[in-house]
């Protein structure tokens, strides 16, 4: 029997593609043959779609990040121009696998019953520096249908962010319940 993607999506005449761990796996149908992309290899081709970024469009942008506030010099425009071309290939990285080898993936109905009630949900992303953000509750119930998620480790569950999953800028923290706290019931 061969082997079938799981949630094929139609990609063009007879070939279907689905993402598998941190592959993409393009078949045809007619005659069940498989591409399978690995992460570097998705990288690479990323970097033709992307168009080179022009010093005038980061110069653009520079200007909207201070609005206007303060004027650099040409040397410090072209440190700038630098790091926020590293920024944007930082972007174009595919996520990253599990940190932990031991990961521990949840299903949608556990994730469901940890995360917190209301209409705005906490998240971080970073490890080192960690950036904090409500996501909707609704952004975070679509992420449940596109990402697995998991258990986060001790620390991130002690600060109240016991799951997380990965998207394509890396992982998501997503509060959580208590731990002794139990999952509401309906009535």
């Given at each position: 029997?061969?082997?079938?993607?799981?949630?094929?999506?139609?990609?063009?005449?007879?070939?279907?593609?689905?993402?598998?761990?941190?592959?993409?796996?393009?078949?045809?149908?007619?005659?069940?043959?498989?591409?399978?992309?690995?992460?570097?290899?998705?990288?690479?081709?990323?970097?033709f779609?992307?168009?080179?970024?022009?010093?005038?469009?980061?110069?653009?942008?520079?200007?909207?990040?201070?609005?206007?506030?303060?004027?650099?010099d040409?040397?410090?425009?072209?440190?700038?121009?630098?790091?926020?071309?590293?920024?944007?290939?930082?972007?174009?990285?595919?996520?990253?696998?599990?940190?932990?080898?031991?990961?521990?993936?949840?299903?949608?109905?556990?994730?469901?019953?940890?995360?917190?009630?209301?209409?705005?949900?906490?998240?971080?992303?970073?490890?080192?520096?960690?950036?904090?953000?409500?996501?909707?509750?609704?952004?975070?119930?679509?992420?449940?249908d596109?990402?697995?998620?998991?258990?986060?480790?001790?620390?991130?569950?002690?600060?109240?962010?016991?799951?997380?999953?990965?998207?394509?800028?890396?992982?998501?923290?997503?509060?959580?319940k208590?731990?002794?706290?139990?999952?509401?019931?309906?009535?």
């Open positions: 029997m061969a082997y079938k993607p799981q949630n094929p999506a139609p990609l063009g005449g007879d070939n279907e593609v689905s993402w598998e761990h941190e592959s993409l796996v393009i078949a045809d149908t007619t005659d069940e043959s498989l591409v399978v992309l690995q992460p570097k290899e998705i990288s690479c081709l990323l970097s779609l992307i168009p080179r970024v022009t010093d005038e469009q980061i110069d653009r942008l520079i200007l909207l990040l201070f609005a206007g506030l303060y004027q650099f040409e040397t410090e425009l072209k440190s700038m121009r630098s790091a926020v071309r590293d920024w944007l290939a930082a972007l174009n990285q595919p996520p990253a696998p599990s940190l932990d080898k031991d990961a521990t993936f949840i299903t949608k109905e556990e994730a469901l019953s940890m995360l917190v009630d209301g209409d705005l949900i906490h998240t971080f992303r970073g490890q080192v520096v960690p950036v904090g953000a409500d996501w909707p509750r609704a952004s975070i119930l679509a992420a449940m596109k990402y697995a998620f998991e258990l986060s480790g001790p620390v991130a569950t002690a600060g109240g962010h016991g799951m997380a999953f990965r998207d394509e800028h890396g992982i998501v923290f997503v509060e959580t208590p731990v002794d706290q139990p999952p509401a019931t309906s009535h």
